[in-house]
């Protein structure tokens, strides 16, 4: 062997090497990124429109796994959707919020947002702990009733150091139920004797998702929409200042219990999302891109959906999704019937 043939088998061998060492990563994104291509694309059919891509891709991820199993040789790429992707997704979320809007309409429509997230909050807790339910994942699911649903359950599932299990069961159930709610107000809004205005507010201030929301409030004129998604926008900023609390209280309970262990971590993706929340209200950015922002923004997340999906083993989880799914149903009727309430009274 001469010894240029020697020095190029040399320098190949750490090339493929390393390729063949990252293959499991871009696989496993690959994976997850098809999985959501295809959800999309179930979504945009009669009926599944009606449940969005995220939920469609959940079901896809957790049929495959109850099916043929977990892949494992792309666990590495699969991981990185679920947990990266996702945070890179809610960064982008943020261009969505206005935060000028909401400080020009003044402390009203924080206010009735809190009152919202307590209610949620306080009301899911309360019955998971008489049903004797799980207090993560029913946590979990007052967070998503009480502000955005699934972009809440992602936010805060770091800090709160929820498992992948539980982070992708109760982004399905909040889309599921949310779904339901969304249905159902569209149903009885001939009923209820409200203005488009008032139903706008009432479907922004109670509905679980932004799609949910625009989803209600769009057939009934643009008055209900563009007030819906005010009142809506007000819940998602309060995510930011929630997700502090929450950031606040684990840290607190872990130096009580004296467990490093359970020490949450500073959710520094919520600074990119404070950022990107910044750059969209106060500076020019034209329509088609911020559209084009939002939809890589749910594609991404529809990806991570399909990463946390792929940990749900519907074995062990019977048990222990039906009571959460329950004490949040509950509260959401609460908080429907209560701003409902607040409005005609």
């Known amino acids: 062997m001469s010894i240029i043939n020697y020095l190029a088998e040399k320098a190949e061998r750490p090339f493929y090497s390393s390729l063949s060492n990252y293959s499991p990563f871009f696989f496993g994104v690959f994976f997850t990124v ?15 429109n009606k449940i969005g891509a995220m939920l469609c891709a959940i079901f896809i991820a957790v049929l495959y796994r109850n099916t043929l ?24 979320y943020g261009f969505r919020l206005n935060i000028q809007l909401i400080f020009q309409q003044g402390p009203s429509l924080l206010i009735q947002g809190g009152l919202t997230i307590a209610i949620a909050i306080i009301t899911t807790l309360f019955v998971a702990k008489l049903l004797k339910a799980d207090l993560q994942l029913s946590l ?31 982004v399905g159930i909040i889309a599921l139920i949310g779904t339901f709610f969304t249905l159902a107000y569209t149903l009885l809004y001939p009923y209820l004797g409200l203005t488009p205005a008032q139903y706008g507010m009432w479907s922004g201030i109670s509905l679980h998702e932004i799609a949910h929301t625009a989803a209600a409030a769009g057939p009934v004129g643009s008055e209900a929409l563009t007030t819906a998604l005010m009142a809506k926008l007000a819940r998602v900023f309060l995510l930011i200042p929630v997700s502090f609390i929450l ?42 891109i911020l559209d084009s922002i939002a939809t890589l923004s749910t594609f991404l997340m529809t990806a991570a959906m399909v990463g946390l999906g792929l940990n749900v083993h519907l074995a062990s989880l019977r048990a222990r999704a039906l009571r959460p799914l329950l004490a949040m149903f509950i509260a959401s009727i609460l908080v429907s019937t209560v701003s409902y309430l607040a409005l005609i009274l």
């Open 140 to 170: 979990l699911l007052g967070i998503g009733t009480g502000i955005c649903g699934a972009a809440a359950i992602a936010a805060v599932s770091p800090i709160l150091k929820a498992k992948d299990e539980d982070t992708a069961i109760g």
């Open 247 to 288: 950031l606040w209280w684990v840290r607190r309970n872990s130096k009580e219990e004296k467990d490093p262990t359970q020490t949450a971590s500073f959710p520094w993706f919520l600074l990119g999302f404070i950022l990107t929340s910044i750059i969209g209200t106060y500076f020019s950015i034209p329509t088609v």
């Open 69 to 92: 199993g977990y892949p494992e040789s792309y666990r590495v790429g699969i991981q990185f959707s679920a947990q990266k992707i996702l945070r890179f997704a809610i960064i982008l």
């Open 34 to 48: 098809g999985i959501a291509a295809f959800a999309v694309g179930l979504a945009n059919l009669p009926g599944l």
